[in-house]
């Protein structure tokens, strides 16, 4: 029965490791992460509506006949 030749396995373990190291770190660069959501500006002017400084109410009940 041979014998299992283990010369080679010292080389081969020391350079599959930084290879492996290298392509993970090359897929972890070329990955897309969400960005954070981006502020919201203070200084941006909102339209000046009537309807968004006072309350409004609606009195005429849906039972109730609509007067015109």
Known sequence: ???????????TIT?????L???TQLKLLSTGY???PSQK??????PNNHWQLK???????????QRF
């Open 34 to 36: 969400y960005k954070p």
């Open 41 to 46: 500006n203070p200084n941006k002017q909102t």
């Open 55 to 65: 309350w409004t109410k609606i009195y005429l009940l849906y039972s109730q006949p």
């Open 15 to 19: 350079t599959m490791l930084p290879t």
């Open 1 to 11: 029965m041979p014998q299992l030749d283990t010369s080679t396995w010292f080389i």
């Open 21 to 23: 190291y290298l392509i």
